[in-house]
């Protein structure tokens, strides 16, 4: 195990996943000499050079688009978005193209290629560089979403979305490149698609957290332990498609209660859609209807007490859990459900 | 006028322009008749540009279209028959019945694709290209689009990325004077559309799309050029679709008039024509090379009829390439039996049609471990329904 940040492990990942196999190549808006927006590809084109690390003009749309080309003709692409606002701009070649193209040709051609891009609010960027879209690209058949929330998923999460054969959209978080985690050493160390992480074992409520809330959630069953002596199952997908539902199941079973919780709009969100699974497959083991805990239905507002109630922390958190179980009568719901 | 190539080499040309034609008009009789869903693009009137382009490319170079690509698919020697299977939507087309009209492919002739999106095929060109380069090979991709394409963001992004990375695409534009319904001046401030890559570092070039002659001279010169310097050119076609945008198309934003002057430079009758005067073919040959045409067509109207359409258990067949080790669902079915097709599918072995796509990659891995230029290998593979109609370049 080694110590690193998050960002740290996403660069290991992309180094090793490099100096294994010369069809990988990274593609993106200064990510080269610049040593990338985030500071993810640090170093790699000093190791790598501007062949594979390459520097491209800001046409989200096209590079995306060439990733997709290069990859149908064998290369491995791996294409940095500097934020998942800007993934809007190459919906095209994401939707129409990449997730497509297996499909429509009959399967004759492959698509693995990586776009990865950070999302998430907290750094009072507004409503053009904060927000959290999963769900719009978990909606897309033939499409791939991973959304790690530590820094041993980020590395090997990205290790596998590189060895995939379909198109993977890897979606990091900002607020999280600098936390630091345990981080397994060796280059075939990888995380598998379609298996969800315990973080924490319990047997009262289940907490199911996507992308950074797997964290805050995490937190928040500390504190409903601690102050409410509840037990939270707290449960990390890490990838959304594949999606391990037998596990949320499972845990759903034994403890008959569940909290979902995200970071992005409430509106047919990751939530939504779990929440819809989790009824129409376990519905005879809940004792109680699902909560959910997302981000408020508004853009994402600059200043910072707006911003600061505009995605969930640890008090909607418990709050859902406790209104699960029933524990308080105002069981109103969470902060930033549907008014 | 361009010097007149070798006969045999005419009249090849001569037969896939027919072919084409006659394959379109027949298309169109489909359609009509229901056999057809969707949307039928034909390129009648555009076999010159189609044939003279592709004609100027090798088969280990890329092909890649627009919507209206029956006629790329045929230039490049899919059968017949798995393009009319495809229009048909049955599995024994190029697509396999997924894509239809607007979405032909054929890896195996380095075909690249139709696309439904106008201008979402020129980032992909120029990933074709980037991939061409890094395995060191001189391959070449043509890529095809419309006058209104010309317009699109994906126009300015790709010709500007392509110059900066010295990438070996051929962007043709095939200037058949209308996006969809628009005419050319009304959709585009520069209607001189070989220069509106000039500003992108794009050099243009233009040719006579209803002279396979010409077209094939200029982009021979075009394709010669970006072999040898790997940048890209942008080459206008100017030519004419004689049919509407579509089957669905009432042609009110042209005249009976216009429509006549072009059909008197109809690329085919004058081609064969210029071929009789120059002694390569005569009067019973034409006839004979129409025949010829039109029966491939009903072998192909026939082969499509007797092509069964997709099984229903084949709906969910290659949205992904499943891994048997994944737990995790790919499709999150909301029913018990949807659920356990999915699971089901994830425990089959990999299906056979996706070890055709591993061609590509093999060779690359090959090139890479040897250093050295993977891309002359024929791609011209056999596909399913027998021999090809054209031959070579």
């Known amino acids: 195990m080694a110590q690193m940040r998050y960002r740290e492990a996403l660069n290991a990942a992309l180094r090793e996943e490099l100096g294994r196999d010369e069809r990988v190549i990274l593609m993106g808006e200064d990510i080269g000499v610049f040593g990338g927006a985030f500071k993810v590809t640090d170093g790699l084109l000093e190791e790598f050079g501007e062949k594979r690390i390459r520097d491209t003009p800001i046409s989200e749309n096209t590079i995306v688009g060439v990733g997709v080309g290069a990859a149908m003709t064998g290369l491995r692409p791996v294409v940095e978005l500097m934020t998942i606002n800007f993934a809007l701009l190459a919906f095209d070649q994401i939707v129409n193209h990449a997730a497509h193209i297996h499909y429509m040709f009959g399967g004759q051609v492959r698509v693995p290629l990586v776009v990865r891009m950070p999302q998430g609010a907290g750094h009072q960027l507004g409503p053009t560089h904060s927000h959290c879209l999963e769900a719009m690209f978990l909606h897309v058949p033939g499409l791939l979403v991973a959304v790690p929330a530590t820094a041993a998923d980020a590395k090997g999460l990205l290790k596998s979305a590189i060895r995939e054969e379909n198109p993977v959209i890897f979606i990091e978080h900002e607020s999280l490149y600098g936390v630091r985690g345990e981080v397994p050493e060796g280059e075939d160390e990888l995380v598998p698609f379609g298996l969800a992480r315990v973080a924490r074992e319990g047997s009262d409520v289940t907490i199911v957290g996507v992308s950074r809330m797997a964290l805050t959630a995490e937190r928040a069953a500390e504190t409903l332990a601690s102050e409410h002596g509840v037990q939270a199952e707290v449960i990390d997908p890490r990838t959304l498609r594949p999606l391990d539902l037998d596990t949320i199941l499972e845990s759903v079973r034994k403890t008959n209660h569940c909290v979902i919780v995200e970071e992005g709009w409430p509106h047919g969100g990751v939530g939504a859609n779990l929440a819809a699974l989790v009824s129409e497959q376990a519905f005879d083991d809940l004792d109680a209807p699902v909560q959910r805990v997302a981000g408020a239905d508004v853009p994402m507002p600059y200043s910072k007490p707006l911003e600061d109630i505009a995605y969930p922390h640890e008090p909607q958190i418990v709050h859902a859990a406790l209104a699960a179980l029933g524990t308080r009568a105002d069981a109103a719901g969470a902060q930033g459900a549907t008014r | ?393």
């Open chain 2, 1 to 393: 006028m361009a010097s007149l190539p070798e006969p045999d080499r005419t009249r090849e040309w001569l037969s896939t322009m027919t072919l084409i034609r006659r394959f379109e008009e027949r298309a169109g009789e489909m359609y009509a008749r229901a056999k057809v869903g969707g949307f039928l693009h034909l390129s009648i009137g555009e076999e010159a540009t189609i044939v003279g382009s592709a004609r100027a490319l090798r088969d280990s170079d890329y092909l890649i279209s627009t919507y209206r690509s029956h006629g790329h698919a045929l230039v490049r020697g899919t059968p017949p028959e798995n393009v009319m299977a495809e229009l048909f939507g049955r599995v024994d087309g190029c697509s396999g019945g997924r894509g239809g009209s607007m979405h032909m492919f054929d890896l195996s002739r380095r075909f690249m694709g139709g696309y439904g999106i106008v201008g979402g095929n020129l980032p992909i060109a120029a990933g074709i290209a980037l991939s061409s380069d890094y395995r060191d090979t001189d391959e070449v991709t043509l890529c095809v689009f419309g006058d209104g394409a010309s317009n699109q963001g994906t126009f300015g992004e790709t010709l500007n990325l392509a110059a900066l990375w010295k990438l070996p695409v051929v962007f043709m534009v095939t200037n058949n004077q209308f996006g969809m319904g628009t005419a050319l001046r009304r959709h585009s401030a520069v209607t001189d559309l070989q220069r509106k890559g000039e500003s992108l570092g794009v050099p243009g070039m233009r040719c006579d799309g209803m002279d396979v002659l010409d077209t094939h001279a200029v982009l021979a010169e075009a394709v010669a050029r970006v072999r040898e310097e790997r940048c890209p050119v942008l080459v206008e076609a100017v030519t004419y679709r004689f049919r509407g945008h579509s089957m669905a198309d009432p042609e009110q934003y042209r005249t009976k008039e216009e429509v006549a002057l072009w059909r008197e430079r109809d690329p085919i009758p004058a081609f064969a024509e210029l071929l009789i005067g120059e002694g390569v073919i005569d009067e019973a040959e034409r006839e004979r090379i129409d025949a010829e045409a039109i029966a491939r067509v009903d072998a192909a109207v026939e082969f499509a009829e007797a092509s069964p359409f997709p099984a229903p258990e084949s709906l969910y067949d290659d949205v992904y390439v499943l891994d048997p080790n994944v737990r995790g669902r790919y499709s999150a079915q909301t029913s018990e039996e949807q659920a356990n097709r999915a699971r089901t599918a994830a425990a089959a072995p990999e299906d056979s049609a996706q070890a055709a796509n591993d061609e590509i990659p093999q060779q690359l891995t090959q090139a890479l471990a040897a250093g050295e230029d993977g891309g002359e290998t024929s791609a011209t593979g056999s596909s399913a329904a027998g021999s090809s109609a054209a031959g070579a370049s």
